[in-house]
């Protein structure tokens, strides 16, 4: 895994099963959240959106996002409170 970028932790939104997804904001697409595609690059879907490219788990500092559709095992975010 690689760190990819830094986010600010007060952008996580909960989710009921544990994990997280990650709030952005698009100055013409509005409200949406952080989706890591398999080959790391960063984009956005709509808010609401949670699938596996979109929900992470918080492992001490970092935010790791893991599927078996990465092919590298999934990357980790670096988190800053």
């Not at 994990?19 to 890591?36: P, Q, Y």
């Not at 709509?46 to 992470?56: D, N």
Request: charged residues 25%.
């Amino acid at each position: 895994m690689t760190a990819t970028t830094c986010v600010k932790a007060d952008r996580l939104i909960a989710q009921p099963d544990g994990s997280f997804t990650v709030r952005k904001h698009d100055a013409i697409k509005g409200d949406g959240v952080l989706s890591v595609q398999p080959d790391g690059t960063l984009d956005w879907r709509p808010a609401g959106t949670k699938g596996p490219w979109e929900t992470c788990r918080r492992v001490g500092n970092k935010l790791v996002f893991t599927d078996s559709a990465y092919p590298l095992g999934g990357y980790a975010l670096l988190v800053s409170d």
